[in-house]
Nanobody, 120 residues
Framework: QVQVVESGGGLVQPGGSLRLSCAAS????????MGWYRQGPGPQRELVAI??????NYADSVKGRFTISRDNANNTLHLQMNSLKPEDTAVYYC???????????????WGQGIQVMVSS
């Protein structure tokens, strides 16, 4: 079994910064893509940032403000969020794609979600 736990959310004023973290534990042979999504008041979950095979992609709305990074040795993922805006308020979810065996399939595991609120 694999567990993914998020940390680092909270309340911050506009212009402030937060750092989200996401850690996977359990039967992990290797990790592949890792990413962050968020869900605001609307029905859809929005891709924020993703890192895979050495490349990263960001939503246009966060480019230049957010930075995704990963620590493969510790199966962790981070999201540094700077210059936060009220429209960044959402529940943030991370995913870590895991292989539990060398020749096995890849499974996507999700964190529990963590609230980020940007408000004065």
């Amino acid at each position: 079994q694999v567990q993914v736990v998020e940390s680092g959310g909270g309340l911050v004023q506009p212009g402030g910064s937060l750092r989200l973290s996401c850690a996977a534990s359990g039967s992990i042979f290797a990790t592949n893509a890792m990413g962050w999504y968020r869900q605001g008041p609307g029905p859809q979950r929005e891709l924020v940032a993703i890192t895979s095979a050495g490349s990263t992609n960001y939503a246009d709305s966060v480019k230049g403000r957010f930075t995704i990074s990963r620590d493969n040795a510790n199966n962790t993922l981070h999201l540094q969020m700077n210059s936060l805006k009220p429209e960044d308020t959402a529940v943030y979810y991370c995913h870590i794609d895991v292989k539990i065996a060398k020749m096995g399939p890849t499974f996507r595991y999700w964190g529990q979600g963590i609230q980020v609120m940007v408000s004065s």
